[in-house]
């Protein structure tokens, strides 16, 4: 998916979108196709995939979104999920969000004989692009405020400093965004 080279994803040679990257970096906003990346601890990824890949061919015939994780870099203790799909402003709830929501219950939840459990209080890290950062601000942090007040969640952006990359998976230029609640 990057620049640097470093990632092998399950997907594909170049990335689990390969086939709609341009520039050799998916940003996510030509065509309205949307990308969201999620962080997941190496130990729960396979719960993400789900048996055989389960998870992942289920979702994407339920919401036409596709799912994909990245193979872990060095020893990092997280890997990169990719959801990407188009934004569909006319549905109630458009695929890709569905797709989101799912995939992030996966990598919060527990996963027992009785089904998905779902914590009472848990922690989701996001990679933003740099471009979609301003979205989540909004004007004068407008935005960001509201997802606080209305949620209850702390919500954290984290930039990276001296040119490296914010975490293993992360580019120079992403920035990391902490939901807990």
Do not use: W
């Not at 719960?47 to 998870?55: E, S």
């Amino acid at each position: 998916m990057g620049d640097r080279g470093r990632r092998e994803p399950t997907l594909g040679k170049r990335g689990p979108f390969a086939d709609q990257e341009r520039g050799g970096r998916d940003r996510g906003f030509s065509d309205g196709l949307l990308h969201f990346r999620m962080l997941v601890p190496v130990k729960k990824a396979g719960c993400v995939i789900g048996k055989g890949g389960d998870f992942i061919q289920m979702t994407k015939s339920k919401t036409g979104a596709k799912v994909g994780v990245d193979k872990p870099i060095g020893n990092s203790e997280e890997r990169l999920v990719h959801v990407q799909g188009l934004d569909e402003p006319n549905k109630a709830v458009a695929g890709i969000t569905e797709a989101v929501m799912s995939t992030a219950e996966r990598i919060i939840g527990d996963d027992s004989p009785d089904g998905l459990k779902l914590p009472h209080k848990a922690t989701l890290r996001m990679l933003l692009f740099k471009y979609q950062i301003g979205a989540v601000m909004g004007k004068k942090g407008a935005t960001i405020n509201e997802i606080r007040n209305k949620s209850g969640a702390t919500v954290k952006l984290t930039t990276p400093h001296g040119g490296a990359p914010i975490v293993p998976s992360a580019e120079n230029d992403d920035e990391l965004i902490t939901v807990s609640g």
